[in-house]
Nanobody, 124 residues
Framework: QVQVVESGGGLVQAGGSLRLSCTAS????????IGWFRQAPGIEREFVAG????????YYTDSVKGRFTISRDNAKNTGYLQMNSLKPEDTAVYYC?????????????????WGQGTQVTVSS
C-alpha cells in the first residue's frame, strides 16, 4: 500500500507563486506516473498536470500551460508542482495521485493512490 502526502499549499496574492510537493512511500515510486488534480467548491475534480515515471512525459491542462511546471525527483520519492502567476481561479484543494503504470493520464480513475489534499488560496 502506497501512502501519498502533499504539502506546500497556502495563501498568496494574485501573481504570486507556490511549490507543492508530493512524497510517496515504497520502492516502486520510480515506476509510477504522477498526476495533480484540483477541486474547488461546487466544481468537479479536474486534472491539472501529469508526469510519466521517467519525467520525460509531461502534460498540462490548457488553463495552466505556461504557468505551472510539473517535475519529479525519483531519488527522493517526491513529485513537485511549481505554480507561478497564480490567479484567483486557481484557488482549490490540490491533490497528488500516483498510478501503478508509468504513463501519465488525465483520468482520475486511472490513479490508484491519493494524498489528502493541500489548500491553495489566491487572493485578488
Amino acid at each position: 500500500q502506497v501512502q501519498v502526502v502533499e504539502s506546500g499549499g497556502g495563501l498568496v496574492q494574485a501573481g504570486g507563486s507556490l511549490r507543492l510537493s508530493c512524497t510517496a512511500s515504497g520502492r516502486t515510486f520510480s515506476k509510477n506516473a504522477i498526476g495533480w488534480f484540483r477541486q474547488a467548491p461546487g466544481i468537479e475534480r479536474e486534472f491539472v498536470a501529469g508526469i510519466s515515471s521517467s519525467g520525460y512525459g509531461r502534460y498540462y491542462t490548457d488553463s495552466v500551460k505556461g504557468r505551472f511546471t510539473i517535475s519529479r525527483d525519483n531519488a527522493k520519492n517526491t513529485g513537485y508542482l511549481q505554480m507561478n502567476s497564480l490567479k484567483p481561479e486557481d484557488t482549490a484543494v490540490y491533490y497528488c495521485a500516483t498510478r501503478t503504470l508509468g504513463t501519465w493520464s488525465d483520468n482520475r480513475y486511472d490513479y490508484d493512490y491519493w494524498g489528502q489534499g493541500t489548500q491553495v488560496t489566491v487572493s485578488s
